[in-house]
T-cell receptor, first 107, second 118 residues
Framework: KNEVEQSPQNLTAQEGEFITINCSYS?????LHWLQQHPGGGIVSLFM???GKKKHGRLIATINIQEKHSSLHITASHPRDSAVYIC?????????FGAGTRLTVKP | DTAVSQTPKYLVTQMGNDKSIKCEQN?????MYWYKQDSKKFLKIMFS???????INETVPNRFSPKSPDKAHLNLHINSLELGDSAVYFC?????????????????FGPGTRLTVL
């Protein structure tokens, strides 16, 4: 079992829908990252969290350290949000990755 | 200006060859990383390196070696390439420390190098 589990694996939404992607982890962490990998392959760091909540535009990331769980929310989704979203945790200097959630937003 | 750059973008080579992938960052970061993304799109860290410490993922074969001529560069050298080395390799950089509300430790990724071993 992977130390970082994401759900769902695949997600299809209509433009404008509110999207939630979940990440659960089983190790102690110092930080959690949400990454976005575009269809062309490039990776962009969206958030780095160690507690609480962060917001950037239509993206919101939350983390509950006690429950070892993080969520990435996208409000008013748009086709350009279509990408793979990857959760990664920093643990003892190492990075462990989830398998990613493939999001497709249809117009 | 490109923050983290990698060359080449594509690399096709024969089994048994030795090859290098170069990475440069102009962000002033003190830590650089190499990741491997396999055919199933699963990312794994290979190395993290700053001027004090090289951390190697124990699953990485010793045919892979990082070489850092200076703080802004971390090149990946691969000896005796094997078919299973075919993957996309990403370089990234960050600051090593953490501080309050700033995005220390946030990693910035290069565009990736697609390596195909024939």
């Amino acid at each position: 079992k992977n130390e970082v589990e994401q759900s769902p694996q695949n997600l299809t939404a209509q433009e404008g829908e509110f999207i939630t992607i979940n990440c659960s982890y089983s190790v102690g962490i110092s930080a959690l990252h949400w990454l976005q990998q575009h269809p062309g392959g490039g990776i962009v760091s969206l958030f780095m969290l160690s507690s609480g909540k962060k917001k950037h535009g239509r993206l919101i990331a939350t983390i509950n350290i006690q429950e070892k769980h993080s969520s990435l929310h996208i409000t008013a989704s748009h086709p350009r949000d279509s990408a793979v979203y990857i959760c990664a945790v920093r643990s003892l200097g190492d990075m462990r990755f989830g398998a990613g959630t493939r999001l497709t937003v249809k117009p | 200006d490109t923050a983290v750059s990698q060359t080449p973008k594509y690399l096709v080579t024969q089994m048994g060859n030795d090859k290098s992938i170069k990475c440069e960052q102009n962000l002033g970061h003190d830590t650089m990383y190499w990741y491997k993304q396999d055919s199933k799109k699963f990312l794994k860290i290979m190395f993290s390196y700053n001027n004090k410490e090289l951390i190697i993922n124990e699953t990485v074969p010793n045919r892979f070696s990082p070489k850092s001529p200076d703080k802004a560069h971390l090149n990946l050298h691969i000896n005796s390439l094997e078919l299973g080395d075919s993957a996309v390799y990403f370089c990234a950089s960050s600051y090593a420390g953490t501080s309050g509300g700033t995005s220390y430790n946030e990693q910035f990724f290069g565009p990736g190098t697609r390596l195909t071993v024939l």
